[in-house]
């Protein structure tokens, strides 16, 4: 039997029943978390391309599994300062959940708040501020990814020099952990 990540179980709940993990996929997960806990950023990001290959050629360059792990390389990119490159990687994930979902679809969510992370770190902060009032605008039902739509607002408030703004955010990101813990 499959054994299946969390991480890649997360983005197929998801995705929907159109996402069956091959092993070499879910493999590839597992490493990227194994190196990742260990902060070897270099690693997962060879790990996450070597998934996005795979992923293009099992299930196309357009399929939602695909703009995962597009996604996700779009992260380690951004974690190492390659915001260049992570912003092209992120812009594409957003772009093929976009065609796929429409503009408000819940599984935009993660998508939406790593490009707005990426353009807050380049100092882009009226687009990252348009991306997370989208993630926003989606709301609660994004789960763990609302509550990063919250902390990345009030980050963004704090760059801003809005304290006041920020400290709400940071609060209803607490609160939003707290219903999300008590709901478990």
Known sequence: MLRI???LAMGMSLLGQEFTPVASIANLVEQAQERLRVNDLAAVEQIWSRALQESEAIYGPEH???AMFQRNLAGTLRREGKLQEASVAAKE??????KRFGATDIILSPALNTLAEIQMQRGYLNAAHQLLNRAYAIG????PHYQTTLADLGALHRLLGNE???SEYLR???TAAYRSKSSN
Do not use: C, M, W, Y
């Open 64 to 66: 939602p599994a695909t």
């Open 164 to 166: 006041r703004k920020a």
């Open 93 to 98: 994930a957003l772009r093929i959940l976009e």
């Open 5 to 7: 990540p969390l991480f």
């Open 172 to 174: 209803r990101t607490q």
């Open 140 to 143: 609660s039902d994004a789960g």
